[in-house]
């Protein structure tokens, strides 16, 4: 085994990670993923699209946290690993992270999110917040008319997903 050789061995050892990730994350999914659409299966078409999913995920984790990352040396290895088995298709490792971890803050989200939007009369007014807005509203409508639009909201919600805007006067609610 000539210099040349060991050398060549000893580069390609050293700069694994850059020659395997392309690979790994980009070739070979390509490749699958011009196969399942080619086929009639639909759960190859949802292991290839959940891949690239989860890929737009990292990458842009990676962009967000450029500064933090390029600090870990060890991140192009864990990276390559976890590609490595979202990937194969013995493991489902898309499919399993998708699932569990992905699915459930998309599908059946947790959190109820309340907006307020005060709407100012001009730019010298103090901006209201929500518990003033509250308090107006009950001094002019009265405590039941409150009560009625809170379990309105409750009902709604619970009745729908989608996202609700009603005014009154000079204030804009929007609910979830």
């Known amino acids: 085994m000539g210099s040349g050789t060991g050398n060549f061995l000893k580069v390609v050892l050293k700069n694994f990670d ?11 999914p390509l490749y ?31 962009l967000t946290f450029a500064k933090v990352i390029e600090w ?5 290895y864990v990276k390559l690993i976890a590609t490595c088995w979202l990937v194969m298709p013995y493991f489902s ?24 939007v005060p709407r100012k009369k001009d730019i010298f007014s103090k901006p209201d917040d929500i518990i003033t807005a509250a308090e107006k509203y009950i001094e ?8 009625n639009i809170i379990n309105r909201a409750g009902k709604e919600s619970k009745s729908s997903s989608s996202s ?10 929007r609910y979830y």
């Open 18 to 28: 850059v020659i395997a990730g392309p690979v790994v994350s980009l070739v070979y």
């Open 72 to 76: 870990l040396p060890f991140w192009s």
């Open 140 to 147: 002019e409508h009265g405590p039941d008319a409150f009560e």
């Open 32 to 62: 699958a993923s011009i196969r399942a659409i080619e086929t009639k299966s639909p759960i190859d078409d949802q292991q290839w699209l959940t891949y690239w999913v989860l890929y737009s995920m990292i990458t842009l984790f990676e």
């Open 93 to 116: 490792g898309a499919a399993y992270v998708y699932e569990h971890f992905v699915r459930p803050f998309i599908v059946n989200p947790r959190t109820v999110n309340i907006w307020y």
């Open 164 to 173: 609700h805007t009603f005014f009154e006067e000079n204030h804009r609610y």
